[in-house]
């Protein structure tokens, strides 16, 4: 198994920028971890992902604004979110795949709102 556990969010201005973190623990090996959002409304989406080797991919909305990194040592995933917009307030969840386990992990959540 894998539990995951967010920290950071909050409440920043458009155009600033904000740090989420994630922790990993469990006995199951992760092979792929990152975040998803679900605004209001709206289905939950893929953000971001990084696999084990650093490899990266991210969601044309977020692209040059955020930034994903891994510390497979610390288990632990962050994302750098900068020039944020109204349209990035949302429950970010830390997500992590087990290749181990052959299925996928969601945290808690973490709410983020873009607001003036």
Same mark, same amino acid.
């Given at each position: 198994? *894998?539990?995951?556990?967010?920290? @950071?969010? #909050?409440?920043?201005?458009? #155009? #600033?920028?904000?740090?989420?973190?994630?922790?990993?623990? #469990?006995?199951?090996? /992760?092979?792929?971890? @990152?975040? +998803?959002?679900?605004?209001?409304?709206?289905?939950?989406?893929?953000?971001?992902?990084? %696999? !084990? @080797? %650093? =490899? &990266?991919?991210? &969601? +044309?909305? *977020?692209?040059?604004?955020?930034? /994903?990194?891994? +510390?497979?040592?610390?288990? =632990?995933? =962050?994302?750098?979110?900068?020039?944020?917009?109204?349209?990035?307030?949302? *429950?970010?969840?830390?997500?992590?795949? !087990?290749? =181990?386990?052959?299925?996928?992990?969601?945290?808690?959540? &973490?709410?983020?709102? *873009?607001?003036?």
């Amino acid at each position: 198994q *894998v539990q995951l556990v967010e920290s @950071g969010g #909050g409440l920043v201005q458009p #155009g #600033g920028s904000l740090g989420l973190s994630c922790a990993a623990s #469990g006995s199951a090996s /992760i092979y792929v971890m @990152g975040w +998803d959002r679900q605004a209001p409304g709206k289905q939950r989406e893929l953000v971001a992902r990084v %696999g !084990s @080797g %650093g =490899t &990266t991919y991210y &969601t +044309d909305s *977020v692209k040059g604004r955020f930034t /994903i990194s891994r +510390d497979n040592a610390k288990n =632990t995933v =962050t994302l750098q979110m900068n020039n944020l917009k109204p349209e990035d307030t949302a *429950v970010y969840y830390c997500y992590a795949y !087990s290749a =181990t386990m052959s299925r996928n992990y969601w945290g808690q959540g &973490t709410q983020v709102t *873009v607001s003036s």
